[in-house]
């Protein structure tokens, strides 16, 4: 995990535009420059949390951090042309991950591994109220994660209906849909979207899909974890397109 740490070294990199994934600021601090800090973090939709100082050392692994740290992410990102170039080069139909705020790190990087695994040839992720790529993600993927293009963008909504103008169809996973992930012709330029842990796909993501899948389920839970739910399906993808 990048951190930059203090009060001067974070503000200078909020004004630089330093990509930030959030801020963690010691509840006991005060001063005209926290005050501008979070100022800046609220202005550019950098989430903060407020959090005791101890956790903050932790984090920081320095007691010298002048309680505020910044969390960078430590992976660079491609725009939305360049995964759809990735596949030109290929010769083969866009294949595609939407996350749609995934907060686990582990999740985010177990779904990055499978997506190598099964030829996506991008994903894309929101620029807020999602797991930062960072070296957690880096070690549950197996090290996929450096290599696997993405791209982050300020609005998943708009960002479907961009990849609808370029005849992408966008299937969403959802356990209440009428319809199998096994009934769906994948063998087309597709994003496959995958929700939240716990809420899933937000409703206007939702709304926005040309799809809904399930997957059949037996037992007392009412859903898989988004990472094995997302496997299962981005198989499918695979199945349908070298044996269609």
Known sequence: MNIITGRKPVLDALKANTPIDKLMIAQ??????????????????????MSPSDQINRTAQTPNNQGVLAIIGTKEFSDISQLFDIAKEKNEKPFF?????????????????????????????????????NDTVVKTSA??????????????????EELKEEGVWIVGTEMTAQQ???????????????????????????????????????????SLNASVAGAIVMYEVLRKRNFK
């Not at 985010?108 to 790529?133: D, S």
């Not at 090290?143 to 479907?160: E, H, K, Q, Y």
């Open 28 to 49: 006991n601090s005060h001063g005209e420059v926290i005050d501008e800090i979070m100022k800046i973090a609220r202005q550019k939709n950098i989430p903060y949390k």
């Open 97 to 133: 991950l939407i996350f749609d705020e995934i907060e686990d790190v582990h999740n985010l990087g177990a779904l990055i591994r499978t997506a190598v695994c099964t030829g996506a040839h991008g994903g894309i992720i929101p620029k807020h109220h999602n797991a930062p790529v």
């Open 143 to 160: 090290g996929a994660s450096l290599n696997f293009p993405m791209a982050r963008v300020t609005n998943i909504a708009a960002t479907i």
């Open 180 to 222: 199998s992930f096994t009934d769906v012709d994948f063998d087309v330029p597709v994003a496959l979207v995958i929700g939240n842990e716990g809420k899933g796909m937000r409703r206007l993501v939702k709304d926005k899909c040309d799809f809904l899948v399930k997957i059949p389920m037996k037992g007392n839970f009412e």
